[in-house]
């Protein structure tokens, strides 16, 4: 939506008032004191790579119903967002962080690793592995101090 209520299609005008709107808030905490930080979205299956384990039939759920994505697939359908949130970055300040080598290790994203889930749907990971992220949030943190 643009700052109107007006409903907003064009892709260049959208990535404008995401810069411009995360602009102003990030000027907003940093002046009330906060330190902000981004962090990128998380790769997840859509297009070309949907995934639904919904899907899954009996039998591949018992072998895991595994499902693979490359990271870069993702990254590229978000690339103009991303390179937003960079420039919004090098311009504003705030710290970036990309999480997606944590997720999808070796340039692959997979639904599951060692028989573990990475990704609970096509959108969201699992328990298990937000849970794997939080010594990597804590880092974060703790560096920030």
């Known amino acids: 939506m643009n700052y109107d209520g007006a409903i907003v299609s064009d892709q260049q005008r959208k990535i404008e008032l995401i810069e411009t709107s995360l602009s102003r808030t990030v000027q907003r905490l940093e002046s009330a004191g906060h330190e902000v930080v981004f962090i990128h979205t998380l790769p997840n299956y859509f297009g070309e790579f949907a995934w639904d ?3 899954c039939t009996l039998s591949a759920v018992l072998s895991g119903c595994s499902y693979s994505m490359p990271l870069k697939a993702a990254q590229e359908r978000t690339a103009a967002v991303r390179q937003a ?19 999808c290790p070796d340039g692959l994203c997979v639904s599951q690793r060692h028989g573990r889930p990475i990704f609970r749907d096509d959108n969201h990971i ?8 939080g010594r990597t949030f804590s880092r974060i943190i703790s560096d920030s101090r």
Not at 126 to 133: D, E, G, K, Q
């Open 53 to 55: 384990p919904a899907s």
């Open 85 to 103: 949130i960079g420039r919004l970055g090098a311009r504003v300040g705030p710290r970036i962080v990309d999480l997606s080598d944590d997720v």
């Open 126 to 133: 699992s328990v298990p592995m937000s849970r794997s992220l």
